[in-house]
Each structure stands twice: as C-alpha cells, then as structure tokens.
C-alpha cells in the first residue's frame, strides 16, 4: 500500500496558474511497484474523472480537457507534480492524486481543492 499526501490547491483566477504536489511513501516494494501515478478530479454529484497520469515507462497522457494547459512531471523523493496553467471555471474541482499497483489495486491520496473564480 502507499500513502499519498496532496499538496498545492487553493483559489485561482481564470488564466491563471496552480502546482500541486503529490509525495508517495509505503515500503520499497509498493514504491517499486507503481505502474501509474498521476491525477483524477471530482465535482459534487459527479464522478471521479481522471486528468493526466504518468506510466513507470514514462509515458504520460492527459485528458483532452486539459491537454496543452496542465503538465505532469516527477521530482525527487517520489513526488509528483502538476502544473495547471491558463486555468478555467470548470477546473473547479476536487483533486485527487492516486497510484496505480502493478497488482492493478489504487491507493489515493485524500484530495485538495482547487478554485477557479474571480
């Protein structure tokens, strides 16, 4: 099992920026077994929906919603980012960060807020 700790949200302005962070701990074995990492939101009364994710290859994909405004990446000490620019209204939402197991179980972490007002 890992343990996600999100970081980063708050209130923005339309066109404007956020980053949030996500840091993984658990022992080396679930760290290592991380197939996917990344990021869904969530709206009341909606479903979760998922933004961008990161594969232990590398490859990294995003939701056509926010493809060219938000940018996932990976630092150190097994943390992960995303860069949300040019934000929108309807990025208002929950955001969660989750870790996909090779086994296919999902940790996720207890999500922050992100606001997009004026």
């Known amino acids: 099992q890992v343990q996600l700790v999100e970081s980063g949200g708050g209130l923005a302005q339309p066109g404007g920026s956020l980053r949030l962070s996500c840091t993984a701990s658990?022992?080396?074995?679930?760290?290592?077994?991380?197939?996917?990492i990344g990021w869904y939101r969530q709206t009341p009364g909606n479903q979760r929906e998922w933004v961008a994710g990161?594969?232990?290859?590398?490859?990294i994909t995003y939701a056509d919603s926010v493809k060219g405004r938000f940018t996932i990446s990976t630092g150190t000490k097994n943390t992960v980012y995303l860069q949300m620019n040019s934000l929108k209204p309807e990025d208002t939402a929950v955001y969660y960060c989750?870790?996909?197991?090779?086994?296919?179980?999902?940790?996720w972490g207890r999500g922050t807020q992100v606001t997009v007002s004026s």
């Open positions: 658990g022992t080396i074995v679930s760290i290592v077994n991380i197939a996917n």
């Open positions: 990161r594969s232990n290859s590398g490859i």
């Open positions: 989750y870790a996909r197991q090779l086994s296919g179980n999902t940790d």
